[in-house]
């Protein structure tokens, strides 16, 4: 039987954010290669945004290119590139029908330009949606996103304190709140550079499952092992409880 019904519908967090992994060794596990991982993952995009929306989250984040990827060969580098312009494109009508916007979060600009130019076709068509916010973590890195904050606020001439509240304003991140649940696939247990300032509350859950086999269950298992913690954000459990 589905966890679902063993979820509080009213303690669906707002925010989940997704450090999609797994899907090179998904590949490989099966004998394909790797970039068959990451169409598959695409796949798993689609049904997790789906089921996000349907479930009432109000922001979804995945981490699709991180500012360390580059890194890769540049044949997979290629391939994400595409797929992403590919994938944008084929499912601007999904969006649109379920009334999803798409934001993105990252160094942008720096994409190849098709990349940017399919983005920011995507992101305009969906500005007026208002279900849900998908946002992509494209060329992001949670130091660069920091320093980016650090070095805006040094260029402002800015001789007043900041507090927690004026550098969120900085950040890429600003209109969003920070994720109650920040998921990793795939037996990783790192963050990887992903939501360092946002994450500090987040409860944190990782899953041995691969991202191409991370199905709408394994959110819903996620979903409902983050309802049974006991957020304290520094208080003692009595405390909570009075
Ligand atoms: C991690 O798996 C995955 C990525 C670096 C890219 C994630 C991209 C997708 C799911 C497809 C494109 C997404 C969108 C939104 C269009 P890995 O390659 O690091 O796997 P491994 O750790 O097993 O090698």
């Given amino acids: 039987m589905s966890i679902f019904h063993k979820i509080d519908k009213d303690k669906i967090p707002r925010h989940i954010a997704i450090i999609m992994d797994g899907n090179g060794r998904w590949a490989k596990s099966k004998g394909k290669p790797r970039v068959f991982g990451h169409n598959e993952g695409v796949k798993t995009v689609r049904e997790i945004t789906e089921v996000s929306a349907k479930i009432g989250v109000e922001y979804l984040t995945l981490y699709a290119f991180s500012t360390e ?117 795939s037996g990783e247990i790192r963050l990887s550079n992903f939501l360092l300032w946002e994450s500090a509350y987040s409860e944190l859950y990782f899953t041995d499952i691969k991202w191409p086999d991370f199905k709408e269950e394994s959110l819903y298992e996620a979903i409902y092992e983050y309802q049974n913690r006991e957020r304290r954000f520094g208080k003692t459990s009595e405390q909570l409880k009075k």
């Fill in 69 to 185: 990827n580059w890194k890769r060969p540049a044949y997979e580098v290629n391939a994400l590139m595409s797929l992403l312009v590919s994938t944008i494109d084929k499912e601007m009508d999904t969006l649109m029908k379920n009334n999803i916007k798409l934001e993105a979060i990252g160094n942008i600009t720096e994409l190849p330009s098709r990349s940017y130019k399919s983005l920011l076709k995507g992101i305009e068509r969906t500005k007026d949606n208002d279900r849900m916010t998908l946002v992509l973590a494209l060329n992001y890195s949670g130091r660069w996103d920091i320093l980016n904050a650090v070095n805006t606020i040094i260029k402002n001439n800015s001789t007043s304190p900041v507090d927690e509240k004026i550098f969120k304003e900085y950040l890429s991140t600003a209109k969003y709140p920070d994720p109650e649940l920040l998921i990793r696939t």
